[in-house]
C-alpha cells in the first residue's frame, strides 16, 4: 500500500507517494496516470511529512537540509544514472553529453551514450528531490523535461539565487546562454538603447561578451534579466541599489521592444519595490529621461511623486537631457 500527500508550489500541485519507508514518487499535475496504485490520502506518514518540509523550504529559497529517504523504481541502469544526478550540486548544471561520460556502461557496451542517459532521466520517477533538471544541452540550452521546460526554467532559476516572481515573468540571476534572448531581444535594439546608458550590440562574439560582464555584474548586485515565466526567454534586464540605509534607488529597467505595453514594466516594477522592501528600504526611487513619457506614465500610475529633476549629458554622444526622479514610500 502506498501513502499519497499533496502539495500547492509555485510550479504547480504535486502528488506526493510513499510506501512507509521512503518515497517512492512526485507527480506534477497533469502529468497523466496516478504514480502511485491503490494509494491511500495519509500526510501523517512521516515520510511525507519530511519530504513535504523539504520542498517548502527548497521552494521558499531557504536550506531544505538532507534530502528524505528515496526509493525510485528502475533498471540497474536508470539507478546508475539517477545515483549520478543526486551528485549535480545544487545551482549547478551538467550537459547529457558530460552526464554520459561520467556513468559506467552497461555489460557489452564501451561506453554510455547521451541518448541512453537521456531515456533515463526522462524515466526519474522523483523529480526536483533527484534532480533531473540541472541536466542541459551541451551548450547550455534547456532540453526536454517530463515536467515541462517551464518547469526546468523555474528550478533552474530558484537554485542561482534571489527570484522575483509576478504574473507573467520571473526576474533572475542570468545563465550563460541567456546572451542569444539578450542579444535578439534588448540589445540589439536602438529604440531600447535609446533611454539607457549603453550602446547597441552588433555581433554575436560582442553578446556572448557582454553577457559575461552581466553574469559577474548579477552575482554581487541587486539586478536580475527578466525572463517571460511561461517560455524562459529572456526579454529584459532591471535591477536597483541602495543610496541610503533604508532607501534603494532603480539602476534601470529595459524591455525589449516586442515586449513593450503589455503590463511587464507594471510588473517589474512592483517585484522590484517588494525585494527592496524585504531587504529592509521605506523608500523607492524611480527615474525617467523627461523624453520618455511612457515611463514617466508607468512610473506615476504606481503612485510615485516628483522630487526633483536634474541636467545630464548622455556620454555616448555628448546630447544633454533632463532626468526625472520620482520618490514613493514602501
Aim: hydrophobic share 40%; glycine share 10%.
Amino acid at each position: 500500500m502506498q501513502n499519497t500527500a499533496f502539495m500547492d508550489s509555485p510550479i504547480g500541485r504535486l502528488t506526493l507517494c510513499s510506501d512507509g519507508a521512503a518515497l517512492t514518487a512526485i507527480r506534477f499535475d497533469g502529468d497523466g496516470p496516478e504514480p502511485c496504485p491503490e494509494a491511500c490520502f495519509d500526510p501523517a506518514d512521516p515520510i511525507l511529512a519530511q519530504a513535504l518540509r523539504w520542498l517548502r523550504a527548497y521552494f521558499a529559497g531557504d536550506d531544505p537540509g538532507p534530502v528524505p529517504p528515496l526509493h525510485p523504481s528502475g533498471t540497474a541502469f536508470q539507478q546508475t544514472v539517477w545515483a549520478r544526478l543526486r551528485e549535480i550540486p545544487y545551482g549547478r548544471t551538467l550537459s547529457y553529453g558530460a552526464l554520459a561520460a561520467q556513468t559506467a556502461p552497461r555489460p557489452g557496451r564501451a561506453r554510455v551514450s547521451a541518448r541512453a542517459v537521456g531515456a533515463a532521466v526522462g524515466r526519474n520517477p522523483l523529480p526536483i528531490l533527484i534532480p533531473c533538471h540541472r541536466v542541459v544541452g551541451a551548450d547550455g540550452s534547456l532540453t526536454g523535461y517530463a515536467g515541462g521546460l517551464d518547469r526546468k526554467f523555474y528550478l533552474l532559476k530558484r537554485e542561482r539565487g534571489a527570484l522575483l516572481e509576478t504574473p507573467d515573468l520571473l526576474l533572475a540571476k542570468a545563465s550563460p546562454a541567456d546572451w542569444r534572448g539578450l542579444y535578439r531581444n534588448v540589445w540589439s535594439h536602438a529604440e531600447t538603447a535609446r533611454y539607457m546608458l549603453w550602446s547597441v550590440t552588433t555581433s554575436a562574439a560582442e553578446a556572448r561578451a557582454r553577457l559575461t560582464r552581466t553574469l559577474a555584474w548579477q552575482q554581487t548586485h541587486e539586478a536580475f534579466t527578466v525572463y517571460l515565466r511561461k517560455t524562459g526567454e529572456a526579454i529584459g534586464f532591471a535591477g536597483f541599489r541602495f543610496v541610503g540605509a533604508e532607501t534603494a534607488e532603480d539602476t534601470g529597467v529595459a524591455l525589449g521592444p516586442a515586449f513593450v505595453r503589455k503590463g511587464y514594466g507594471t510588473q517589474i516594477v512592483r517585484a522590484l519595490c517588494a525585494r527592496a522592501k524585504a531587504l529592509g528600504a521605506k523608500t523607492m526611487i524611480l527615474s525617467a529621461r523627461e523624453q520618455n513619457a511612457a515611463s514617466r506614465g508607468l512610473i506615476e500610475s504606481l503612485g510615485f511623486r516628483r522630487t526633483e529633476t536634474e541636467p545630464r549629458t548622455d556620454e555616448r554622444d555628448g546630447s544633454a537631457y533632463r532626468l526625472i526622479f520620482y520618490r514613493r514610500t514602501l
